[in-house]
């Protein structure tokens, strides 16, 4: 099954070129995030949509731009990238109730993003 | 603050063999959920279990089982009669109501024929 679907799977860009990435869920859901996953690193999450609406941006450098427009879709547009920025993007849904009751979040395969 | 501890960074076990891989968590909610989710090497994490604060039971699924033990605060995996299939990033993870998905650093289990 494959619930939460990435393109690309992989990426290689260099430091001056903007590109995209896109997460596509068909589970239903209405939350969707972006987190990032460096080597030897713990995920951190970058971006949080709930509702269609950003409720969290943590703390993630402007070179990072996040757009959601619509419940399942969620893209992350990158531009000016440094080569610290190489990591495994993770997209993920859940289906969160406005009263702050907490779902599974679904994660996909992931687009492994090298910068030169 | 919310804080998921999984001390064992790499193990390396033979075939059939058991392994428990270790999940201590911190928090000072009452209600939270905890989760245990596989990332093979083709990167996709994905969900085994979740468990949330006020079920403490334990559960078996095939030849998984978890170990919920709120006096020690830990979740931990057990893996009966390993497989080569079973190698993989495990990630214990913590989140309270509505709060953020904390992980743990993940464990490496790798399993050899």
């Known amino acids: 099954e494959t619930g939460v679907t990435q393109t690309p799977r992989h990426l290689v860009m260099g430091m001056t070129n903007k590109k995209s990435l896109k997460c596509e869920q068909h589970?239903?859901?209405?939350?969707m995030y972006w987190y990032k996953q460096s080597a030897k690193k713990p995920l951190e999450l970058m971006f949080v949509?709930?509702?269609?609406?950003?409720?969290e941006n943590n703390s993630v450098p402007s070179r990072f731009s996040p757009e959601c427009p619509n419940s399942s879709h969620l893209f992350l547009h990158l531009h000016t990238l440094q080569p610290e920025d190489s990591a495994l993007y993770l997209c993920?849904?859940?289906?969160?109730?406005?009263?702050?009751?907490?779902?599974?979040?679904?994660f996909g395969p992931g687009t492994r993003l090298t910068v030169l | 603050a919310q804080k998921v501890t999984q001390a064992q960074t790499e193990i390396s076990v033979v075939e059939k063999e058991d392994v428990t891989l270790d999940c201590v968590y911190e928090t000072r909610d009452t209600t939270y959920y905890l989760f245990w989710y596989k990332q093979p090497p083709s990167g996709e994490l994905v969900f085994l279990i979740r468990r949330n604060s006020f079920d403490e039971q334990n559960e078996i699924s095939g030849r998984y089982s978890w170990n919920f033990q709120k006096s020690t605060s830990s979740f931990n995996f057990t893996i009966t009669a390993s497989q080569v299939v079973d190698s993989a990033v495990y990630f214990c993870?913590?989140?309270?109501?509505?709060?953020?998905?904390?992980f743990g650093q993940g464990t490496e289990l790798s399993v050899k024929p």
């Open positions: 993870a913590l989140r309270n109501q509505g709060g953020k998905l904390i």
């Open positions: 949509y709930n509702f269609k609406e950003q409720t």
């Open positions: 589970l239903g859901h209405n939350a």
């Open positions: 993920a849904s859940s289906q969160e109730a406005r009263g702050g009751i907490t779902d599974t979040q679904y």
